[in-house]
């Protein structure tokens, strides 16, 4: 395994800078995000793909750093029922394809989208419940109307432009937010879609990791490093859905944290060690997103914790086997 981190915390120094920091880091991977929510501080498709030497010149910036790209991220909504905000989406990950197919990564992150809950609707809908009735023909109209046949002819798309990965993070408020909705959209669409194994999505939903990523196996394309801390007392009151402010941490049932700051060595070694199992040997990039620490804290605290429990160089063996 190479440990990674996803480059938009840093996303107020450029390419350069970033890479330099990374690498006295330790850090041996980068996913970049290429448009969408992760916005493109770091790679811009449209510039990328209209001059052959500003692509050569990022591919050789990551040569200079000896650092592997390990996905380019286009998180974002395009199955949203507003036209205009879903085809904005839609052409960001049209291009982060295209741009994926110029250098060579066969491997894009996103998130499934969410539609509303009709033709006419203007904002997306996340059903958490399957009555009154009501509910259950907004999952048909969502599934089976617009996420089943958008990814279809999306994953069409991709195969023709090499792409055989389309890793989506599995985030609540999303039609995919588990691996049970994961593995509907992947039997209804195609081995081409797979899992961005994120934990910190899962750890609040009350999901075990360890269970999750042994239900998935081969599923998983690529994982994000981010922890989540449960409020026992919140929780206690108010359960786990909560809409507060991610600023309100005092207030919230949950905040994500960098790892080490909501699970300890022994779960995260876990993790880690089932990856291994179910055949996934590949990036464990860093996702930044504790609002209690600085980036730099953040990211420096997360690599010394992923140092420890990323121990595995080559396969072993028993000495008697």
């Known amino acids: 395994m190479k440990l990674g981190v996803f480059t938009v915390v840093l996303g107020n120094q450029n390419l350069e800078e970033t890479l330099q920091y990374l690498s006295k880091s330790g850090v041996q991977a980068v996913e970049i995000g290429t448009g ?6 770091h790679a811009s498709p449209d510039e990328l793909l209209a001059d052959e030497s500003k692509l050569e010149a990022f591919k050789d910036l990551l040569k200079k750093y ?12 395009p199955v ?13 990950f049209e291009k982060t394809i295209l741009l994926a197919e110029k250098l060579g990564i066969g491997r894009i992150v996103t998130f499934s989208g969410c539609p509303g809950d009709s033709e006419g609707s203007k904002y997306p ?16 109209y969502q599934w089976n109307d617009v996420l089943i046949p958008y990814w279809k002819k999306t994953v069409a798309f991709a195969k023709q432009h090499g792409i055989k990965q389309i890793a ?14 994961l593995l509907r959209l992947r039997e209804a669409v195609g081995p081409e879609i797979g899992a961005n194994f994120d934990p910190s999505h899962l750890f609040w939903q009350g999901i075990n990791p360890v269970a999750a990523i042994r239900n998935l196996g081969s599923a998983i394309f690529h994982f994000h490093a981010k922890d989540t801390k449960i409020d026992e007392i919140n929780v206690g009151v108010n359960g786990v859905l909560d809409t507060k402010h991610y600023g309100d941490e005092i207030s919230r049932s949950w905040v994500f944290r ?64």
């Not at 029922?81 to 052409?91: C, D, G």
Request: aromatic letters at 12%.
């Open 36 to 41: 969408g929510y992760p916005g493109t501080a």
């Open 168 to 181: 989506l993070e599995m985030h609540p408020g999303f039609c995919v937010y588990n691996p049970e909705t």
């Open 258 to 321: 960098s790892v080490g700051y909501g699970h300890g060595h022994q779960v995260w070694k876990d993790i880690i060690s089932n990856l291994r199992m179910v055949g996934y040997d590949d990036i464990i990039s860093i996702e930044h997103e504790d609002s209690l620490m600085s980036p730099n804290e953040g990211l420096q605290k997360a690599i010394s914790f992923l140092k420890e429990v990323m121990v595995f160089e080559e396969t072993g063996g028993m000495w008697w086997a």
């Open 125 to 140: 809908n996340w059903v958490t419940c399957p009555w009154p009735e009501d509910f259950l023909a907004v999952l048909d």
């Open 66 to 77: 000896n650092i592997v790209l390990s996905a380019i991220s286009c998180h974002g909504n």
């Open 80 to 92: 949203h029922p507003q036209k205009e905000i879903a085809e904005k989406f839609h052409e960001d």
